[in-house]
């Protein structure tokens, strides 16, 4: 079965830093990767998908990296602002089925 | 373009009622899925479709039915609700189930079962 680890689950940081986000899953076999932006009280926001052959996506501020062979992902935001304040999820699509695995989500404050 | 859309928001239940949870989609997408997202849990696929009258089973399917008469609607059914089912429920739909595209997600409906 495949586990996705999202670590930390929380942290602070103040404005302008770069943030850095860790996705590991245990299971290689994978068709793709997404991270996901929730806002408290919404649903989930697509930012960025990655095929399992892909290295890297880019959009604006988000980077998204994947290692597929070590089984991790990493989000980098840019110049963090406040309204990047929100709970980041990644998920894994498993190669053999149609069923997202997700993380728990790193809960991200943006202290201006 | 309203994307996925979620019917109603909030709702509170008592032990053993039954009711159905709305999800429309305007963008002809023929992959639909339900998820709970549970404190601790994260998000759990309840029951997925890859196609108008074609539905499976998820991780946690117990309690809940599913069809697909339409590509635009995939309602999910609480046939006899339990204090465990009290979660926030998820519709989710992508173009197709292989995986090339990104999942598009309703805001979903807040349940509590008292």
């Known amino acids: 079965k495949q586990e996705v680890t999202q670590i930390p689950a929380a942290l602070s940081v103040p404005e302008g830093e770069n943030l850095v986000l860790n996705c590991s899953f245990t299971?290689?076999?994978?068709?793709?990767l997404q991270w996901f932006r929730q806002d408290p009280g919404k649903g989930l926001t697509s930012l960025l998908l990655?095929?399992?052959?892909?290295r890297e996506q880019t959009s604006g501020r988000l980077n998204a990296s994947l290692d597929k062979s070590s089984g991790r992902s990493t989000l980098y935001i840019a110049a963090s602002q406040p309204g990047d304040s929100a709970t980041y999820l990644c998920?894994?699509?498993?190669?053999?089925?149609?069923?997202?695995?997700f993380g728990k989500g790193n809960q991200v404050v943006v202290i201006p | 373009n309203a994307g996925v859309t979620q019917t109603p928001k909030f709702q509170v239940l008592k032990t053993g009622q039954s009711m159905t949870l709305q999800c429309a989609q305007d963008?002809?997408?023929?992959?639909m899925s339900w998820y709970r997202q549970d404190p601790g849990m994260g998000l759990r696929l309840i029951h997925y479709?890859?196609?108008?009258?074609?539905?499976d089973q998820g991780e946690v399917p117990n309690g809940y039915n599913v069809s697909r008469s339409t590509t635009e609607d995939f309602p999910l059914r609480l046939l006899s609700a339990a204090p465990s089912q009290t979660s926030v429920y998820f519709c989710?739909?992508?173009?197709?189930?292989?995986?090339?595209?990104?999942?598009?997600f309703g805001d979903g409906t807040r349940l509590s079962i008292l």
């Open positions: 989710a739909s992508s173009y197709d189930g292989s995986g090339n595209q990104p999942q598009h």
């Open positions: 299971d290689s076999a994978i068709y793709n």
């Open positions: 990655i095929q399992s052959s892909q």
């Open positions: 998920a894994v699509r498993p190669r053999g089925n149609n069923r997202l695995a």
């Open positions: 963008m002809n997408h023929e992959y």
């Open positions: 479709s890859v196609g108008a009258g074609i539905t």
